[in-house]
């Protein structure tokens, strides 16, 4: 559902959040080593989400990537998804088709509508800070 990029800057942003709720900044090579991620691949995710100011970036002896304590309350898993895949996830049709639409619908069209709009709820709910206390406590987990 995700492109491959929209899910590892999820994981990594998750990862960034967890972090800097316990007050640490966190490497480049950290993050890619924790979510699995070709390094190269990963610092391409995050300047672009440093680009649409859901991270910073922090140069020197102690820089690393974080995000502001108060910024995790706001920050949505839409905001990520949108920054790197766009708004797509919620246009395209379930089987792939170019021309699906209330008008010209594919065969899973009505069914994939109801999977689209609860995946958009689930986005534009869910908060950084929720994600974060989730990996913190041990309830949820970024690598398993």
Same mark, same amino acid.
């Given at each position: 559902m995700f492109s491959k990029a929209c899910e590892y800057g !999820?994981?990594?942003?998750?990862?960034?959040?967890?972090?800097?709720?316990e007050g640490r900044r966190v490497s480049l090579k950290a993050i890619a080593k924790h979510i699995d991620s070709p390094e190269a691949?990963?610092? $391409? =995710?995050? /300047? =672009?989400?440093?680009?649409?100011?859901?991270?910073?970036?922090?140069?020197?002896?102690?820089?690393?990537? *974080?995000? *502001? $304590? /108060?910024?995790?309350?706001? !920050?949505?898993?839409? @905001?990520?998804? $949108?920054?790197? @895949?766009? @708004? /797509?996830i919620y246009k395209r049709c379930g089987l792939g088709l170019h021309a699906c639409s *209330?008008?010209?619908?594919?065969? %899973?069209?009505? /069914?994939? %509508?109801? =999977? $689209?709009?609860g995946l958009r709820t689930l986005l534009e709910t869910t908060n950084l800070k929720t994600l974060a206390l989730e990996v913190n406590s041990g309830l949820s987990f970024l690598k398993i």
């Open positions: !999820i994981r990594a942003v998750i990862y960034i959040a967890a972090n800097s709720n691949f990963t610092a $391409k =995710i995050l /300047q =672009i989400l440093v680009r649409h100011n859901i991270i910073n970036s922090v140069r020197g002896i102690n820089g690393g990537f *974080e995000i *502001e $304590k /108060q910024n995790l309350d706001v !920050i949505l898993l839409a @905001d990520i998804v $949108k920054a790197i @895949d766009g @708004d /797509q *209330e008008a010209h619908p594919c065969p %899973v069209h009505y /069914q994939f %509508v109801t =999977i $689209k709009n």
